[in-house]
T-cell receptor, first 114, second 113 residues
C-alpha cells in the first residue's frame, strides 16, 4: 500500500458522535484524497488536498470536513456521524494532481455508524 | 448527465481464456483513462493509464484500448489465471486538469481453474 497508512482500520460508533479518520503518507506526495466506497456507488470523492492547508470539495462532501496541517497527514472528520455515513473510507495520494493523475490507495477504514 | 459505466454483472471465465471488461462514459472528454485492480478488503491498485491520443496500451498480459469516438475503453487480460480474480475499476479525469478522478463501479472477474 505504497507508504500510506490509515487509522483506525475499523471503527464502530453511534449516531451523533464525532469521528476523525487519519491518513498518513511517507511518500511526500503533494495531493491527498478521501473517498468512500459503497455497494452500487463505487468510489466517490469526498474531499481532496493539493497542498498543506489547501483543500477542496469532492462529489459527496456534505457532512464531512478535512484538514491538512502537514504534508504527510490528511484528516477526515465527521462532525456528527449518521447511519448514511457507514461505509469503507479510502485515502489516496498522488504526486501529480493534474494530468495523468495516478493515485495510490491506502488499506481503507471500515466505519459503522449505529 | 455525466456517467461512467462498467458491467455490474460478474464476469466468469475459464483459466487460459481472455477476459474483456468494458468501460463506457458519457458527457466527459477525458485526456486519459486509468484502470485499477481491487482485491476484497484492500484499496485499489493502479494498473494502466492510456491517453486520449493512444489507441492501445499493453503491459505484460494486460491490454487496454481507448476509443474516444465510441467513448469506450476495453480492458483485456490474456491467458487469464485464477490469481487475476478481482474487481477492476476504470477511472477518468472528471474535469480538465483538476486531478479529480471519477471511478466506475467496477466489474468483478472470476477466473475458474
Amino acid at each position: 500500500d505504497a507508504g500510506i497508512t490509515q487509522s483506525p482500520r475499523h471503527k464502530v460508533t453511534e449516531t451523533g458522535t464525532p469521528v476523525t479518520l487519519r491518513c498518513h503518507q511517507t511518500e511526500n506526495h503533494r495531493y491527498m484524497y478521501w473517498y468512500r466506497q459503497d455497494p452500487g456507488h463505487g468510489l466517490r470523492l469526498i474531499h481532496y488536498s493539493y497542498g498543506v492547508k489547501d483543500t477542496d470539495k469532492g462529489e459527496v462532501s456534505d457532512g464531512y470536513s478535512v484538514s491538512r496541517s502537514k504534508t504527510e497527514d490528511f484528516l477526515l472528520t465527521l462532525e456528527s456521524a449518521t447511519s448514511s455515513q457507514t461505509s469503507v473510507y479510502f485515502c489516496a495520494i498522488s504526486e501529480a494532481g493534474g494530468r495523468e493523475n495516478t493515485q495510490y490507495f491506502g488499506p481503507g477504514t471500515r466505519l459503522t455508524v449505529l | 448527465s455525466q456517467k461512467i459505466e462498467q458491467n455490474s454483472e460478474a464476469l466468469n471465465i475459464q483459466e487460459g481464456k481472455t477476459a474483456t471488461l468494458t468501460c463506457n462514459y458519457t458527457n466527459y472528454s477525458p485526456a486519459y483513462l486509468q484502470w485499477y485492480r481491487q482485491d476484497p478488503g484492500r484499496g485499489p491498485v493502479f494498473l494502466l493509464l492510456i491517453r486520449e491520443n493512444e489507441k492501445e496500451k499493453r503491459k505484460e498480459r494486460l491490454k487496454v484500448t481507448f476509443d474516444t469516438t465510441l467513448k469506450q475503453s476495453l480492458f483485456h487480460i490474456t491467458a487469464s489465471q485464477p490469481a487475476d480474480s478481482a474487481t477492476y475499476l476504470c477511472a477518468l479525469e472528471g474535469s480538465s486538469n483538476t486531478g479529480k478522478l471519477i471511478f466506475g463501479q467496477g466489474t468483478t472477474l472470476q477466473v475458474k481453474p
